[in-house]
């Protein structure tokens, strides 16, 4: 599959493409219904225990008012989500870790929170859950204000990155756990048990305690536990950071299958690209305690809005170019560029890897493309990534006076079968025209 993915914008400026983030602000978020007077009196009835939850608050009689008024709530709400200009500040710092967030997820979605390290990703979801108090703006849940819940009464389950499993537990007690701390019976809480675990793939180990399975396995069992108490909202936390390649994936998958399969509207936090774009509905790209894009997958690496999720999701190179706005000249070609880029007569284009082949280089070339030295071919299997240097004079000026690097991804079988380490680099065009078009960069031996 090829993209059409390049976008330009001045190389003093960053550029910003005409997508707009897809967040929940003021006037996007789901509308709640008038009252009626039923509903008005049950308010009257509930406003002694705002924070009831829709099973009853432990140790305390919630009236039948009160029941209706939620119940009501639930279904014009759902299991959606949203966080309204959500301004979160450690004690002792100046800094906003959230900063005039907003998130808006429909019920039943998936939506990954992706960003590198201190973004402000775990704080978002913590700030949801009610781990975290909130210094400005508000939380809502199924059109239910949760500002000021406290976390046992939110409705939602949460699975770590440690897994938090009591050692002294079978992984079946484990799963009841949460279902005993609600005062469910042993018989229909055992049921239920067994059923999430057969979910999860682990109905044979329900007797096993957690120090006997493997990450995996304990990981799957957090899971169970989460979706045993069936939350209205699922977090997971970087469940799979501590796990190894193979395993990851696997889980990955199945968490993403189980999520379909029961509906669960889902927050996921990670730093893994590849697993955002594996299992996310859409995916929020987070900077500096704001979301700088949400989209889905697909759209998000093909139309990136600004300069950071370009390079942020997925490879990028920087190439040298003149643009009019909807074209630029790259190494002697005209490329195409999404809507809203910048003009100028030197602006840097970005180009995804895939949207670049190698040949081998001759003697007698056109005057398309420039030469490069081949540095490195990463083997990935069934495709190959060769980084490349151009060492002209005028691209290291331009690249202020360093060597302008170039990464190529192609099919392994595409792969120029030289004795020399030199190429010629011909730019391919995803868009909708679906047209080569020639970028070649001759490599030197």
Same mark, same amino acid.
């Given at each position: 599959?090829?993209?059409?993915?390049?976008?330009?914008?001045?190389?003093?400026?960053?550029?910003? =493409?005409?997508?707009?983030?897809?967040?929940?602000?003021?006037?996007?978020?789901?509308?709640?219904?008038?009252?009626?007077?039923?509903?008005?009196?049950?308010?009257?009835?509930?406003?002694?225990?705002?924070?009831?939850?829709?099973?009853?608050?432990?140790?305390?009689?919630?009236?039948?008012?009160?029941?209706?008024?939620?119940?009501?709530?639930?279904?014009?709400?759902?299991?959606?989500?949203?966080?309204?200009?959500?301004?979160?500040?450690?004690?002792?710092?100046?800094?906003?870790?959230?900063?005039?967030?907003?998130?808006?997820?429909?019920?039943?979605?998936?939506?990954?929170?992706?960003?590198?390290?201190?973004?402000?990703?775990?704080?978002?979801?913590?700030?949801?859950?009610?781990?975290?108090?909130?210094?400005?703006?508000?939380?809502? %849940?199924?059109?239910?204000?949760?500002?000021?819940?406290?976390?046992?009464?939110?409705?939602?389950?949460?699975?770590?990155?440690?897994?938090?499993?009591?050692?002294?537990?079978?992984?079946?007690?484990?799963?009841?756990?949460?279902?005993?701390?609600?005062?469910?019976?042993?018989?229909?809480?055992?049921?239920?048990?067994?059923?999430?675990?057969?979910?999860?793939?682990?109905?044979?180990?329900?007797?096993?305690?957690?120090?006997?399975?493997?990450?995996?396995?304990?990981?799957?069992?957090?899971?169970?536990?989460?979706?045993?108490?069936?939350?209205? %909202?699922?977090?997971?936390?970087?469940?799979?950071?501590?796990?190894?390649?193979?395993?990851?994936?696997?889980?990955?998958?199945?968490?993403?299958?189980?999520?379909?399969?029961?509906?669960?509207? &889902?927050?996921?936090?990670?730093?893994?690209?590849?697993?955002?774009?594996?299992?996310?509905?859409?995916?929020?790209?987070?900077?500096?305690?704001?979301?700088?894009?949400?989209?889905?997958?697909?759209?998000?690496?093909?139309?990136?809005?600004?300069?950071?999720?370009?390079?942020?999701?997925?490879?990028?190179?920087?190439?040298?170019? =003149?643009?009019?706005?909807?074209?630029?000249?790259?190494?002697?070609?005209?490329?195409?560029?999404?809507?809203?880029?910048?003009?100028?007569?030197?602006?840097?284009?970005?180009?995804?890897?895939?949207?670049?082949?190698?040949?081998?280089? =001759?003697?007698?070339?056109?005057?398309?493309?420039?030469?490069?030295?081949?540095?490195?071919?990463?083997?990935?299997?069934?495709?190959?990534?060769?980084?490349?240097?151009?060492?002209?004079?005028?691209?290291?000026?331009?690249?202020?006076?360093?060597?302008?690097?170039? &990464? %190529?991804?192609?099919?392994?079988?595409?792969?120029?079968?030289?004795?020399?380490?030199?190429?010629?680099?011909?730019?391919?065009?995803?868009?909708?025209?679906?047209?080569?078009?020639? =970028?070649?960069?001759?490599?030197?031996?």
């Amino acid at each position: 599959m090829s993209f059409r993915s390049m976008f330009g914008h001045e190389a003093s400026h960053e550029a910003v =493409a005409d997508v707009a983030p897809t967040v929940g602000t003021g006037s996007d978020v789901q509308s709640v219904a008038p009252a009626t007077s039923a509903q008005t009196a049950a308010e009257d009835a509930f406003k002694n225990d705002p924070t009831a939850t829709l099973e009853g608050v432990r140790g305390k009689d919630v009236t039948k008012a009160a029941k209706a008024l939620l119940k009501d709530t639930v279904k014009r709400g759902g299991g959606s989500i949203q966080m309204q200009n959500v301004i979160k500040i450690y004690p002792g710092s100046t800094v906003h870790a959230l900063d005039d967030f907003n998130l808006d997820i429909k019920p039943g979605e998936m939506v990954v929170l992706l960003g590198g390290s201190g973004c402000g990703k775990s704080t978002a979801l913590r700030s949801l859950a009610g781990l975290e108090d909130i210094q400005g703006g508000r939380i809502m %849940v199924g059109g239910q204000d949760v500002t000021g819940v406290p976390v046992n009464k939110r409705e939602m389950a949460m699975v770590f990155q440690a897994y938090s499993l009591f050692p002294h537990m079978t992984a079946l007690e484990n799963v009841e756990f949460g279902l005993e701390v609600r005062g469910m019976g042993k018989a229909e809480r055992r049921k239920i048990a067994m059923e999430q675990l057969e979910l999860v793939g682990l109905a044979d180990q329900a007797k096993k305690y957690t120090q006997q399975m493997s990450g995996g396995q304990q990981q799957r069992v957090a899971l169970a536990r989460a979706l045993a108490v069936k939350p209205r %909202v699922l977090l997971l936390d970087e469940p799979l950071s501590a796990l190894d390649a193979k395993v990851r994936v696997q889980l990955r998958d199945q968490i993403r299958r189980i999520q379909l399969n029961t509906g669960t509207t &889902t927050v996921f936090v990670t730093h893994d690209q590849e697993e955002a774009l594996a299992v996310a509905d859409r995916i929020g790209v987070m900077n500096k305690g704001k979301i700088e894009q949400i989209a889905a997958p697909q759209d998000l690496y093909q139309r990136p809005a600004t300069e950071y999720v370009a390079t942020f999701i997925g490879l990028t190179n920087r190439l040298p170019g =003149a643009s009019n706005g909807d074209e630029a000249v790259v190494f002697g070609q005209r490329v195409p560029l999404l809507e809203g880029s910048a003009k100028g007569d030197s602006v840097a284009v970005l180009v995804r890897p895939e949207n670049l082949t190698l040949t081998a280089a =001759a003697q007698h070339d056109s005057h398309v493309g420039e030469r490069a030295r081949v540095e490195v071919i990463h083997f990935l299997g069934s495709l190959v990534r060769v980084d490349t240097v151009i060492a002209s004079g005028e691209y290291q000026r331009w690249n202020k006076g360093e060597q302008l690097k170039v &990464t %190529v991804q192609l099919p392994a079988s595409e792969l120029p079968a030289s004795r020399g380490r030199s190429a010629r680099l011909l730019s391919l065009d995803g868009g909708i025209s679906r047209q080569r078009m020639i =970028a070649k960069i001759h490599c030197r031996p």
